[in-house]
């Protein structure tokens, strides 16, 4: 009998989601998340377009290499740096690029103070990097919604969000920022209050948003490298212990074996030894490769590795440990079934890391290990302390939840390519108080200038991770029998933290996330919350306020101050902010 296309299709149906009536919820999960194909849904055609063009993004980005500053250059009538003598870069003699951006342009961000060389070497990445991206984003983004059409979502943000197993994910962070938010607007209006210190009130608008060149770091996302001009009681032993590693004699394996110490004196498991072998912690410099820090977990219980290529910076060592939490993850539900070795959510294999390093940065901590000499926990020192942790952990909150705001807009189509920079601006202005240095349109590709773009990873993970690793930090610390300030808490050699960490990341994803904050938290709540992050900057929040009582808090987007030639060809958006700058006499005739 010739089954009628109806009864094709509730056959169909009944088999397709049988697994749904299936007993056991265990099998049920697995088979929830077998049944999601991604990319791989895709006809062979597009799925083989789909996976060159990351290649190529990731490629594009990771080879991207800039010439050096030549102040000597061609200069405009006013004095300014003409930004149009790069054009002729072919045949400007001497101008080879050869500066990447890891470690050349990372240490620029970091160690300059010439305001114009920071802003040659902020745009020269992006026209770099960002700009020969602008083309193959479009056929990205229509090639990876329509995978995720193909697996049931409704485009590809949606696809990533479900990682969350919640429908009012976008509602959850949009409430943690708020709870932030005053806390971030504190930390700015003093750091630009010291910006305009150093560098004046013509470049750095008293109520405006902080051009993003001057913040220690290619995308402003972190601000421990202008700890020097920002630190509220000079001259007191600084917590960035970068000279004291290389006064040490610190190797980038020495770093590693220092993260991994600290993970076994938890009680939790050391690297294994094909780590050590195959693990590449040092650039290589006979080839090119994709520098950005990584770690890698190759799925057979025994080869797991880390690719750094690793400075002796104190933020390097931060990220040793970041990228070793991963790994420690990956060893910890090495027994779960293979569906289920992955993290609770991807913000808990972010969070992993970070939390040990909460304590490793500790200046106790760092006394104890000889990287850090007469710490002694007066007021000054603990404000010291708490401030270079908001420069790294505050400071981030915007940029952690910006890039995938971004990213789920062009995604939903809300964003279409005709705004691709200027919608970039615009969140960088309303939620980081941060602006481009010079005038930016839509020949620009400024996301693409953050390796998550190209290599196409979620990014408000880190968001979710800022916050949750402070619940961790608090339930961790109560563990390990810890009273008083929890920002003076540390944890290492702690069994009972490290018996509860284990019982969270052992669990991989074999339970719906909440039910692992559950178990961290010895049941009092199962929620996302910024109370413990909220906790460990109190004091610095109240020190804060008092220093900005005469500050005006936050930021007045036509306040900033943009230099820039609007090219001829620039379909430059109605920027109020450049409108204004344009009109300002201090602008040079183009
Ligand atoms: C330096 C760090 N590199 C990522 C990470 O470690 O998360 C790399 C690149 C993208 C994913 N990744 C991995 O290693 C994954 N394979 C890990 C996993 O999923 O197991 C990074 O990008 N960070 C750290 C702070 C904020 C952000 C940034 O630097 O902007
Ligand atoms: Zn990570």
């Known amino acids: 009998m010739e089954w009628s296309r109806f009864h094709r299709h509730k056959w169909d149906q009944a088999t397709t989601f049988a697994w749904k009536n299936f007993s056991s919820a265990p099998v049920r999960r697995m088979f929830s998340f077998v049944t999601v194909l991604g990319r791989a849904a895709l006809p062979e055609d597009k799925l083989k377009e789909l996976t060159e063009l990351t290649q190529e993004m990731k490629s594009s980005y990771s080879a991207a290499k800039i010439c050096r500053y030549d102040p000597t250059r061609r200069r405009l009538d006013n004095g300014d740096y003409d930004y149009n003598a790069d054009n002729d870069l072919d045949n400007d003699i001497g101008c080879i690029p050869t500066l990447s951006l890891e470690p050349h342009l990372v240490q620029l961000m970091a160690t300059s103070r010439d305001p114009e060389e920071l802003r040659y070497v902020w745009r020269a990445w992006r026209d770099a990097a960002g700009r020969p991206l602008r083309g193959k984003y479009t056929r990205f983004v229509e090639l990876s919604n329509e995978a995720a059409r193909l697996n049931g979502f409704e485009d590809a943000g949606d696809f990533w969000r479900s990682d969350y197993e919640t429908d009012d994910f976008e509602d959850i962070i949009d409430g943690l920022w708020a709870e932030l938010r005053p806390l971030y607007e504190q930390l700015h209006a003093y750091v630009r209050r010291k910006l305009i210190e150093k560098y004046g009130d013509t470049i750095v608008p008293p109520r405006g948003p902080i051009p993003a060149h001057l913040l220690g770091n290619m995308w402003a996302q972190t601000w421990t490298h202008i700890l020097d001009l920002t630190v509220p009681y000079p001259g007191r032993p600084s917590v960035d212990v970068t000279n004291t590693l290389r006064r040490q004699g610190y190797s980038p394996f020495d770093m590693f074996r220092l993260s991994e110490s600290f993970f076994i004196s938890l009680g939790l498991e050391p690297m294994p030894s094909t780590f050590w072998q195959k693990s590449l912690l040092i650039k290589p410099t006979d080839r090119d490769v994709i520098c950005h820090a990584s770690a890698w977990d190759f799925c057979n219980g025994i080869d797991y590795r880390i690719k750094q290529c690793t400075q002796i910076t104190m933020e390097d060592m931060i990220t ?15 027994n779960q079934p293979f569906i289920f070795r992955d993290g609770a959510n991807p913000a808990f294999h972010e969070a992993v890391g970070d939390v040990l390093a909460l304590s490793a940065a500790t200046p106790s901590h760092l006394q104890e290990i000889n990287l850090l000499a007469n710490v002694d926990e007066s007021f000054e020192n603990d404000i010291n302390f708490l401030f270079s942790m908001a420069l790294d952990k505050i400071a981030f909150l915007p940029f952690g939840y910006l890039v995938d705001k971004w990213r789920w807009e062009v995604f939903s189509g809300e964003i279409s390519e005709s705004q691709y920079n200027s919608r970039w601006w615009d969140l960088r202005v309303n939620y980081q108080g941060v602006s481009a240095p010079l005038l930016r349109d839509e020949d620009d590709f400024d996301p693409g200038a953050k390796f998550h773009i190209p290599a196409n990873v979620p990014y408000v993970r880190y968001f979710v991770s800022f916050i949750v690793q402070f619940q961790f930090h608090a339930e961790l610390c109560k563990a390990a029998g810890h009273s008083g300030p929890l920002h003076r808490c540390n944890i290492y050699r702690s069994a009972e933290a490290g018996r509860l960490l284990r019982n969270v990341l052992s669990l991989g994803k074999s339970r719906p996330w909440p ?19 909220l906790e460990y900057f109190e004091p610095l929040m109240s ?7 005469d500050e005006f808090i936050g930021w007045q987007e036509n306040e900033a101050i943009v230099l820039g030639v609007v090219s001829s060809n620039a379909s430059v958006r109605p920027f109020s902010a450049v409108i204004a700058a344009l009109k300002s006499p201090s602008r040079r005739a183009s």
């Open 320 to 334: 040793a440990h970041h990228e070793m939490g991963h790994i420690q993850y990956d060893l910890q539900y090495r």
């Open 515 to 533: 039910e692992a904050l559950s178990v961290l938290t010895s049941g009092r709540t199962n929620q996302l919350e910024a109370g413990p992050i």
């Open 543 to 549: 020190w804060l306020e008092s220093q900005n009582k």
